[in-house]
Structure formats: C-alpha cells, structure tokens
C-alpha cells in the first residue's frame, strides 16, 4: 500500500467526490429522513461506533431501517423479525449509507474500503485479517460488490485485506463502479435466511 493515490491522492478524491455527492443528494437524504421518521418513527438516524482506520472508533450513523429493539411487538434478539418492508426497501438501494457521505467528508471513512464492522469482532480477527484496519473503511468496498452480505465470512475478510495490499485509483473507480450495478440489480442484501449478515463467530467457528 504504497504510492501517490495511498499517500493523499485518495483523501483528496475522497473529499472532493464526497462533497459533491452529499450535496447532490441532499433533497434524497432530507425525503429518506421524512420517511424514515414516518415509517420507523424516532430516531431517524442509527448510530453506533465502530473501529476506523488504525481502529480508532467513529460514530457511524446512517437511516434506520429496522423497528426499535424496544418495540412489544417484535423480539430484540430477531431482526427478521423487526425488519419491515420499507426497511427492506432502504438497505436494498443502499439509501440507508447516505448519511455516511458526511463521514467520508470529515475523513472518518473512505468511498471505497472495508466496511466498518462491530467493535466486538475486534479480539475475534487473526492477525492478518485485522489488517484490514490499515485503511480508512469505506462506503462501499470489494465485499460489496462481490455478494454484498451473502459472502461468507473467511472470505469477505479476506477481500478487504487483498483490497489493502491492492489498492489503487483504478481498483477505487472500478469498485464503485460495480456497486452502481450491484445497488440498481439489488444483490446479496443479505445472506440466505438472515435479514442481515449472519454475526462473525471467530475463525476457530468458521
């Protein structure tokens, strides 16, 4: 991981593309936050910390898409069970990440990286897969583009180490490119039976 694009090329593509995005959606994110808040009800926004570059934690924060936890009338331990179809809908066109363009701005987050993860998984990964903390997490990343969530574990982890070692303006432009395809032909959502990605149990379960 190393050149002009590892150096700075890529937070300079990333605040300028970044900026300009967030203020291309603007009317989308300010109609997604209406529905949400009609739909789902309060907070309209999910937030969380998870480990950035270096696994330095961030507040993530993105639409809602499932029914509180609280909620008598669904299991907190079932996100089946409290996903609904307009949350469905959200996580399918990826409009719920909208909001993470403002991390991408503040330099939190990447376009392009490994998806932040929870901070639990953090004792749970190897050695090399916890490389995958050498970089900024990204909006999107090759991951996403390979299945999205209904990539196993070993090798979603994977990818974002290869995606470390390789990465590149070319590499960037083309995974951004396949998530545009991905998000408009809605693939790998989620994992066969799951409404989101099954939780990683640790390498010695995979």
């Given at each position: 991981m190393?050149?002009?694009?590892?150096?700075?090329?890529?937070?300079l593509?990333d605040?300028?593309?970044?900026?300009?995005?967030?203020?291309?959606?603007?009317?989308?994110?300010?109609?997604t936050g209406?529905?949400?808040?009609?739909?789902?009800?309060?907070?309209?926004l999910f937030?969380q910390?998870r480990p950035g570059?270096?696994?330095?934690l961030?507040?993530?924060?993105?639409?809602r898409?499932?029914?509180?936890?609280?909620?008598g009338?669904?299991?907190?331990e079932?996100d089946a069970?409290?996903?609904?179809?307009?949350?469905r809908?959200l996580?399918?066109?990826?409009?719920?990440?909208l909001?993470?363009?403002?991390?991408v701005?503040?330099?939190?987050?990447s376009?392009?990286?490994p998806?932040?993860?929870?901070?639990?998984?953090l004792?749970?990964?190897?050695?090399?897969?916890a490389r995958r903390?050498?970089?900024?997490?990204?909006?999107?990343?090759?991951a996403?583009v390979?299945?999205?969530n209904a990539v196993?574990?070993?090798?979603?982890?994977?990818m974002?180490?290869w995606y470390?070692d390789?990465?590149?303006?070319?590499l960037?432009?083309?995974i951004l490119w396949r998530t545009?395809?991905?998000?408009v032909?809605?693939d790998?959502t989620?994992?066969?039976?799951q409404?989101?990605?099954?939780?990683?149990?640790g390498?010695?379960?995979?």
């Amino acid at each position: 991981m190393t050149g002009w694009y590892a150096g700075f090329g890529k937070r300079l593509f990333d605040l300028i593309a970044g900026i300009f995005l967030f203020v291309l959606t603007l009317p989308l994110l300010a109609i997604t936050g209406f529905l949400v808040r009609i739909k789902l009800g309060r907070p309209v926004l999910f937030k969380q910390d998870r480990p950035g570059k270096d696994g330095q934690l961030f507040t993530l924060a993105k639409f809602r898409t499932m029914l509180p936890a609280t909620s008598g009338t669904v299991s907190s331990e079932d996100d089946a069970a409290r996903m609904t179809g307009f949350g469905r809908a959200l996580r399918s066109t990826s409009l719920d990440e909208l909001p993470e363009l403002y991390a991408v701005i503040k330099g939190e987050m990447s376009l392009v990286g490994p998806r932040p993860l929870l901070t639990e998984y953090l004792p749970l990964y190897s050695e090399e897969q916890a490389r995958r903390h050498e970089v900024r997490p990204g909006l999107t990343g090759l991951a996403q583009v390979s299945g999205r969530n209904a990539v196993n574990w070993p090798e979603r982890l994977a990818m974002d180490v290869w995606y470390v070692d390789n990465l590149s303006l070319k590499l960037d432009l083309s995974i951004l490119w396949r998530t545009v395809r991905a998000v408009v032909k809605r693939d790998g959502t989620s994992a066969e039976g799951q409404a989101t990605m099954a939780p990683f149990q640790g390498n010695a379960q995979e």
